[in-house]
């Protein structure tokens, strides 16, 4: 990990450091992910356990997949299942995954890839290694981001993009210590691939052992951090951090966050998701895969689903051996 590098972080565009008046941002928790399993066993971190959703918003849940190596025959996927109301992204670090939607999107995404799929008004969407990867077995790793969408977006039509890891914008930190992937959004005036519906960035950074990154942050943006492996600290109070644990920033135009210079043998560096997004601020009624707004839109979307309204599976789909539960 990770999959997108390059040989030479010094030839990539530098990310200034904000300036001697940016207010740093304080460090208001941080929250240990519990583990699990998800359908037939594969295995998750639920990355923001313990974080209320006024604070989370407009992020709903984040789950970190593996990482782990699988066995032949025992890479996971999940069955047909239904989404509306919010949009899933699906970033995969190590490994490949196969998407198909009711609505005919879908791909191949694999070391470094993201699926941003919005649901919308609602389809219905499968996720599974391929068989090849069923057979061989192999390192498996990514993450599922839900993005909830305001009221004025929910109904839209289904929406599937499909970004390559080559299309993410790579960064440098001023000193060359650190790799930024610029998923999606906006930082000092570069732009990640990934097209929203509600205002976020998100990035995967890879920090080398003892070095430090501050980068300036949208004050109407909220901002997390969230450690995929490694061990350093948060903000400018030096908040201990390590793998599986994310940290929630009050309020400011900077985020500050920290390799120790020691990491675990098996690591090279420190890796880290950042995400920030403008609060949608509406209220949510949320069961399962449907993501409204009041209950009577949620029990109308059940009804919707079970009417077949949001779609049927496709002719065309091969049963798969391996689907496991939702991530």
Do not use: C
């Not at 005919?104 to 068989?131: C, F, K, N, V, Y």
């Not at 065309?316 to 496991?324: E, I, K, L, N, Y």
Request: aromatic share 8%.
């Amino acid at each position: 990990m990770p999959a997108v590098t390059v040989p030479d972080i010094t030839v990539l565009p530098r990310v200034p450091e904000p300036g001697e008046a940016a207010i740093e941002r304080a460090v208001r928790s941080v929250t240990t992910a519990p583990s699990g399993y998800e359908g037939e066993g594969f295995p998750v971190r639920r990355a923001f356990a313990g974080i209320d959703l006024r604070d989370l918003d407009p992020f709903l849940m984040m789950d970190q997949m593996g990482e782990v190596e699988y066995a032949p025959g025992e890479p996971k996927g999940t069955p047909w299942h239904p989404h509306r109301g919010f949009e899933t992204v699906t970033y995969i670090i190590d490994g490949t995954f196969e998407h198909q939607d009711s609505h005919g999107g879908g791909g191949t995404i694999t070391d470094g890839d993201t699926q941003w799929m919005t649901a919308g008004s609602g389809l219905l969407h499968i996720e599974r290694p391929p068989e090849a990867l069923v057979a061989s077995g192999g390192l498996f790793h990514g993450l599922q981001l839900w993005v909830n969408l305001p009221q004025e977006h929910k109904w839209l039509p289904p929406k599937y993009q499909d970004l390559r890891g080559h299309e993410s914008a790579l960064l440098s930190s001023p000193d060359g210590g650190v790799l930024l992937r610029l998923i999606a959004g906006e930082l000092a005036g570069h732009t990640g691939p990934g097209t929203t519906f509600t205002p976020i960035t998100m990035i995967h950074a890879t920090l080398a052992p003892g070095a430090g990154l501050r980068l300036p942050w949208r004050r109407d943006f909220n901002a997390l951090v969230y450690v995929l492996s490694g061990a350093g600290t948060a903000g400018a109070e030096r908040a201990p951090i390590r793998t599986g644990q994310a940290v929630l920033y009050g309020a400011g135009d900077a985020i500050t966050v920290a390799a120790d210079a020691e990491q675990e043998s098996r690591l090279s560096a420190m890796d880290v998701v950042i995400l920030g997004g403008a609060p949608i601020r509406e209220p949510i009624a949320w069961y399962g895969p449907f993501v409204m707004n009041t209950k009577a839109e949620l029990l109308q979307a059940f009804d919707d689903y079970q009417k077949g309204k949001l779609g049927v599976v496709p002719a065309t789909s091969v049963p798969h051996g391996s689907a496991g539960g939702d991530a």
